[in-house]
């Protein structure tokens, strides 16, 4: 059974820095195009950033542009979101999966809070 494991939260001050991880359990995602997203409390699941399979392209949304770089160890079957410049509207549960995502591999995601 394929697994996606994020790591990597936790409680961060207003302007500090986190780095996540997204480790898969095999090698089939490192053919696909990977996405870490976010759910804030009372909100809907987004997509904060993507990366293709072979790192050659990168996306972001608006709201995390210029703060978060995405990138991939398609050797240690990881990927990862550094984020810098936290906000306190980052706070929310982040996940990684496919992008498009695949309903099966939804982990549980790992917290990020932002708070002083």
């Known amino acids: 059974q394929v697994q996606l494991v994020e790591s990597g939260g936790g409680l961060v001050q207003p302007g500090g820095s986190l780095r996540l991880s997204c480790a898969a359990s095999?090698?089939?995602?490192?053919?696909?195009?990977m996405g870490w997203y976010r759910q804030a409390p009372g909100k809907q699941r987004e997509l904060v950033a993507t990366?293709?399979?072979?790192?050659?392209?990168?996306n972001y949304a608006d709201s995390v542009k210029g703060r978060f770089t995405i990138s991939r160890d398609n050797a240690k079957n990881t990927v990862y979101l550094q984020m810098n410049s936290l906000k306190p509207e980052d706070t929310a549960v982040y996940y990684c999966?496919?992008?498009?995502?695949?309903?099966?591999?939804w982990g549980q995601g790992t917290q990020v809070t932002v708070s002083s």
């Open positions: 990366i293709t399979s072979g790192s050659s392209g990168t």
């Open positions: 095999r090698n089939i995602f490192n053919l696909y195009t």
């Open positions: 999966n496919s992008h498009p995502s695949l309903p099966l591999y």
